[in-house]
């Protein structure tokens, strides 16, 4: 019998040759990642094990969830990390430059085949690029810093396989919305997602960043897409082109004709509760985020221009921008995007945790699109609050009619400075 | 390892997330007792009271999903679940609970068979809960080997020094 792409790479962290779904091994980490706002549970759980670092260099801390801070306690938190890092001598360490899981990607911090862990749930995005990645909790966490590796029960793959051409401005995030309103919150528990298919492989790496991103919000263990020649080149150095076995054995297979797929919204309070757009058009918002590490790299910031651009953004809503990265901030900035957003009226903020947070929160009865990947209640400000999750072609439309609303009648912008750039990664 | 008993003391629904457990707009300080005192402060504003004594949680499909946050286990320990029964557990809090020593029990039907003030019976090592109220038992799922070692440890930071020293 074959194996799934994640079976593939789990039998080579335990060093074994093969393995099969439900089998408990002990695999070898690549990298580690440890974010801000769960990294003090780490640190002085490590401190108190007397030990070392198995590798400093396979660690990257990364200050995202409190940027900006905002209050002397997140400040303390910070300093805590910057304290870590030199007592400990891990030199990866960013400092308010983006979310951590698009800090990892643009730095080639993971590679195809490989095995990463993170103190984030949204730690399965780099699955994109072929590695198998999952989030951990802090304890989890101090073993692997002491140990290098971690246990894993190998999932079983759910395949999904999507098949034909989107519409123009649908988008990857219509996928993994309406996929997960087939499955549900829980519908691929412990369960590996393996993306695949003639769409697939026609979406750039930030589209497929966006579906790996959103497979903790079916329960799976991680989501992961077979690396090719688009993977090759965003990671500018050649790869091993892992891929599953012909006969690898499938739990289950999920087809989605991505032809006839309208743009879909999830609505409150969960990122499973996705309809089509038919149905929710004309719900009175009161703030838009375009942005968050699920949809705030290049092109998505491009086609939220291409939609807004010109036009100005009505005086009762707030829309913000928010950039995944300093690397997408300055590629948008350089390339117009950013100026044309904020002549609109758009608000451009750091790059940074923030909008899926409380750094833009929402008051009781207040109703917010975002592009984020969680809309559960109370987690944005007000239990009475509503969010709504949507692509950002969709979340740029309804920023400018100050209600839900479909992008696919809007006309394009036609400055130069967008016209002339097509898709950067 | 040592049967769990004890009394059900609140029941929750599906799907109730770390956010909701642990929200972390109000996240000032890792302290277990301060995340016990904000656990599930918004959506359960009784919580807190009902589980002051010390007993156990019953929840339906997906207990525990969205965040990595392993201060979700640690605030209901520290409010005072002794245990918690769902008919589903979201993966990494499961794994968060069971390294931070709270016990786990995965029973489909948990929620037609357990009610709140049942005293009840866990065995973790065979996947049994016994409803001593209801004359009852339902059958869940085994804690592997390794998850029991973990937790008869005191949890994986203790059963991680041990680990340590012998390699040492």
């Known amino acids: 019998m074959g194996m799934t792409l994640t079976e593939k790479i789990l039998a080579r962290g335990a060093g074994i040759s093969s393995v099969s779904a439900g089998k408990i091994v002990t695999a070898k ?34 200050i995202d969830h409190f940027c900006l801070p905002g209050s002397i306690e997140n400040a303390m938190i910070i300093d805590e990390t910057k304290r870590f890092s030199n007592d400990f001598g891990i030199s990866d360490f960013y400092d308010m430059q983006g979310v951590s899981h698009q800090i990892i ?29 999952t989030g951990i909790g802090s304890t989890e966490m101090c073993s692997v810093l002491a140990t290098g ?3 894993f029960k190998v999932p079983k793959t759910i395949k999904v396989t999507v098949t034909g051409k989107l519409a123009n401005r649908v988008m990857s995030k219509d996928i993994m919305l309406r996929l997960l309103g087939i499955i549900g919150a829980n519908g691929a528990t412990y369960k590996s997602l393996e993306f695949t298919g003639d769409t697939i492989s026609e979406l750039s790496m930030s589209s497929r960043f966006t579906l790996c991103n959103m497979a903790i919000e079916s329960g799976a263990k991680n989501g992961i897409i077979a690396p090719d020649e688009k993977t090759e080149e965003f ?10 076995d012909q006969d690898a054995e499938y739990e289950q297979e999920i087809v989605i004709d991505a032809s006839i797929l309208d743009p879909q ?55 913000f921008i928010v950039p995944a990265s300093n690397k997408v901030f300055a590629e948008t900035s350089r390339l117009g995007y950013l100026a044309i957003l904020a002549e609109a009226g758009c608000i451009i903020v750091n790059p940074g945790c923030g909008g899926c947070g409380i750094q833009m929160p929402l008051l009781e009865g207040e109703t917010c699109l975002g592009t984020h990947n969680r809309n559960f209640r109370g987690r944005m400000g007000s239990p009475d609050s509503k969010v709504y999750l949507s692509s950002p072609a969709t979340a740029a439309a309804s920023a400018l009619c100050g209600k839900i609303s479909d992008p696919r009648g809007f006309s394009k912008f036609d400055d130069k400075s967008v016209e002339k750039n097509n898709g950067t990664d | ?45 009784d919580f807190r009271e009902k589980v002051r004594a010390g007993g156990l949680l019953i929840a339906g499909k997906n207990f525990g999903c969205g965040s990595s946050r392993e201060t979700a286990p640690i605030a209901l320990q520290a409010a005072g679940v002794r245990a918690v029964i769902a008919e589903e557990f979201a993966r990494i809090f499961y794994r968060n609970a069971i390294n931070v020593g709270l016990p786990c029990i995965e029973c489909p039907d948990t929620l037609k068979s357990i009610s709140v003030g049942d005293e009840v019976e866990v065995d ?10 209801k004359s009852m038992h339902i059958v869940g799922e085994p804690a592997s080997e390794k998850l029991i070692e973990i937790l008869e440890g005191g949890g994986l930071m203790a059963n991680l020094k041990s680990r340590l020293l012998s390699t040492r």
Request: proline share 5%.
């Open chain 1, 265 to 319: 919204v999830a609505v409150p309070f969960s990122p499973a509760n996705s309809i089509s757009i038919k149905e929710v058009e004309g719900i009175k918002l009161d703030q838009v985020i375009i942005g968050s590490c699920t949809n705030g790299r290049s092109e998505d910031i491009k086609i939220a221009t291409e939609i807004i651009g010109g036009k100005k953004i009505p005086p009762n809503l707030r829309c």
């Open chain 2, 124 to 133: 973790l090592a065979k996947g049994i809960v016994v409803n001593i109220t």
């Open chain 1, 29 to 62: 980490i690549n990298r580690s990642v440890i974010q801000d706002a769960l990294g003090p549970i780490v640190y002085r759980k490590f401190r108190k094990l007397n030990t070392n670092i198995w590798d400093t260099n396979k660690i990257s801390l990364v």
């Open chain 2, 1 to 45: 390892m040592e049967l769990i008993r004890g009394k059900v003391l609140v029941s929750l629904g599906d799907h109730i997330d770390t956010d909701l457990i642990s929200p972390g707009k109000f996240l000032t300080s890792y302290e277990p007792e301060y995340l016990g005192s904000i656990c599930l402060c918004e959506y359960a504003p």
């Open chain 1, 149 to 151: 590796e971690l246990w």
């Open chain 1, 105 to 133: 990607i643009e730095n080639g911090r993971i590679l195809p085949g490989e095995i990463a862990v993170g103190t984030d749930s949204h730690t399965c995005t780099y699955g994109a690029l072929g590695a198998f990645a």
């Open chain 1, 235 to 244: 990671l500018g150095q050649p790869i091993n082109m892992i891929s599953s």
